[in-house]
Each structure stands twice: as structure tokens, then as C-alpha cells.
């Protein structure tokens, strides 16, 4: 075991980079474009664009260490079959869920809204989770993988903050996993939510988890090697 310590919060935390697997979840141009889901719901989706720089040098770091790397989208079949009904009709987009918009139909699988961006596009044999909920474990085979590979630690980044993100480190905490949530590698339509979010994740001696940020993750993994 080979470990190195991030600088964190609450305190700083040793990982072994073997046994820790970076997600980025959702990070999909439905969230980050302009007609996508983001902005139907009445979003400044170009607030989320800030945690793509951060994200993409993480992955350069991380790939160089050849670390397992696994990217999330949020999406549904095209007949909505694992869509609840509750989920479809809440609050009042412009366009719904699977309706035609102008990158194909909102939120479903296939489309050109569910790719993600092309600066974070996954390289052949990194894996993408399709996932109908928030949590990147419910319904997807995410937990048999890092399973799998081993992992024991978790590099959590993406969007939303206080949704997909959170929701994803709180299942990972349940299950055992220790989580490092690089701040910057993060974003959300509402600034405030992203900070609390954060505070959320580190309070009470790290509930959830570790708060860091892309740059104390990547002293630690070492930028050249």
C-alpha cells in the first residue's frame, strides 16, 4: 500500500490511490447547456461551467495515475419505464421530462442532452453509470464495480452540489466508503447551496465526509507523475 494525504477538512485524511476511484457525476450537457433540463427548470446553467476546469485537471492527474474513473448521467429509457410519475409532473419546467427539446428529448438516454460535455468526455474503458435517481447506487450496478476494483475511498465531483453529489456521498457513507469532495469540483444553480452543501459534508468532525479542493488533491497525487 502506497498512501499520500490530502489536505482536507475537518482534518486531512491518507488514501491509497490504488484502492480510490474518482466520480464525476452527471456532468451532462442537460444540466450544463443551454435547452437542456437545467434551464428548463429556470437556471443560470452557466453557473455550473466552473467546476469543468477543476474537473478536467483532476482527470488529467488521476489518468496519469491510471486510478479508476467513473462517470454518472442522469437520464430515463425512452418509454420513461423508471421514471416515477411523482418525478415527471413536480414543479413546472418549460419542457418536461421526454419531451422534445432542442438537443432531443429532456432527460433520456441516447440523447444528445444526456452525452457530457465534450472537455470531460470519458476515454475508452472508464466506465459510465446510467442512473434514473440522484444517488449514483440506486438502481445501477455502481456498487458491484467498486467492489470489483476494490476501492475503499471516493473522489466525489460533478453536479449538483446539493443533489447528485450529495446525495451520492451520503450513500457511499452509508455503505462504508470514505469520501473527498474537491469544493471547486463542484457546482450548483444556487451558489448558496453549493456552500452549505459543503459545510454539510465536513460538519460534526466529517459526517459525510472530506471537503478539500482540486488543488490540495492534486499536490497530493503528485503532478508529475
Known sequence: MSTVTVEAEPEAIAIDPACTAVIVIDMQRDFLEPGGFGETLGNDVSLLQRAVGPIRALLEATRRRKMLII??????????????????????????????????????????????????????????????GKGAFYATGLGSLLQQRGIENLIVCGVTTEV?????????????????????????????FHEMGLKMIKAQGGIFGWVSDSTRVLVALGRDR
Open 164 to 192: 447528485c453529489v450529495h446525495t451520492t456521498v451520503r450513500e457511499a457513507n452509508d455503505r462504508g466508503y470514505k469520501c473527498i469532495v474537491p469544493g471547486d469540483c463542484c457546482a450548483s444553480y444556487f451558489p448558496e
Open 71 to 132: 462517470h454518472t448521467r442522469e437520464g430515463h429509457l425512452p418509454d420513461l419505464s423508471d421514471a416515477p410519475k411523482a418525478k415527471i409532473e413536480r414543479g413546472a419546467p418549460s419542457i418536461r421530462i421526454g419531451a422534445p427539446g432542442p438537443m432531443g428529448r429532456i432527460l433520456i438516454r441516447g440523447e444528445a442532452g444526456h452525452d457530457i460535455v465534450e472537455a470531460l468526455k470519458p476515454l475508452p474503458g472508464e466506465p459510465v453509470i446510467d442512473k434514473p
